[in-house]
């Protein structure tokens, strides 16, 4: 049977609806996003939080917002560390609860904007873009509160995302590769708009086995925006690089990991 004729097409626009995302992608979703791509830098990412969250021999709790199906949970997990979650999809969860080592990690199903988890972390993580899912400005805001709320005094709150190259300004559809390997390619389709700060994106899956076709609508922020938030929320800008690996940030990077620390008064 052809590609063609596998072909299957969903439709998911993201107004911070993290259920209608995993009833589309949950049961495949380590399938589309595999944690061993090379883009992804999941060892380098576990690493620098495991850093982060270590004060000398002393483990850290660790929350993350957007938990998923556990790329980064379960090996920071994995390494001793407490881990917690927090995800709108019970689908998604559910391919997390199904892999070995889950077990040890308190996930709770709702929207990290609001939802809680007991106790106090040292470190609290949204990765992968996630911080463009909730539609406007202010639960964007309210997310970083919710950080604050979560991080014991001095606790830091990790960030990545992705940043808009000079030629996608212009409002005109843009396309890149995103994902490239032997087995499946994912290319994006996007275009800003600059009145709404809005990216529509569209996320086609290219396999053996089919196309796959999402669409998500990001609610874009620049890294000075995103500090802004995190001043409102009680947070100061720590460091800033180009990648997982300490790379130095610069022009010329095409993403962000922002690491903000909780003001040790709040």
Known sequence: ??????????????????????????SEYDVLYPA???????????????????????KGRILEFGIGTGRLAIPLSRRGFDVAGIDGSAE???????????EDIHVVLGDFVNASVPGRFSLAILALNTIFAPSNRTAQIECFRNAARHLSSG???????????????????????????????????????????????????????????????????WPGELDLMAQLAGFELEYRYGDWAKKAFSNSCDRHVSIYRLNASI
């Not at 998604?92 to 889950?102: E, N, V």
């Open 1 to 26: 049977m052809s590609a063609m004729r596998l072909r299957t097409r969903e439709r998911y626009v993201n107004g911070h609806d993290e259920r209608a995302y995993g009833a589309a992608v949950g």
């Open 36 to 58: 061993s791509a090379p883009e992804f830098q999941t060892e380098a990412a576990v690493a620098l939080l495991s850093e982060l969250a270590s004060d000398g021999d002393r």
């Open 92 to 102: 998604i969860l559910q391919q997390l609860r199904a892999k070995q080592g889950a």
């Open 155 to 221: 606790g830091r709150f990790v960030v990545e995302a992705y940043l808009l190259r000079p030629e996608q300004l212009s409002g005109g559809w843009s396309i890149w590769p995103r994902l490239v390997g032997s087995e499946k390619v994912e290319m994006q389709v996007a275009r800003y708009d600059l009145a709404t700060n809005h990216v529509e994106r569209t996320l086609i899956h290219l396999r053996h086995e089919g196309t796959r076709v999402i669409q998500v609508n990001d609610c874009y922020a």
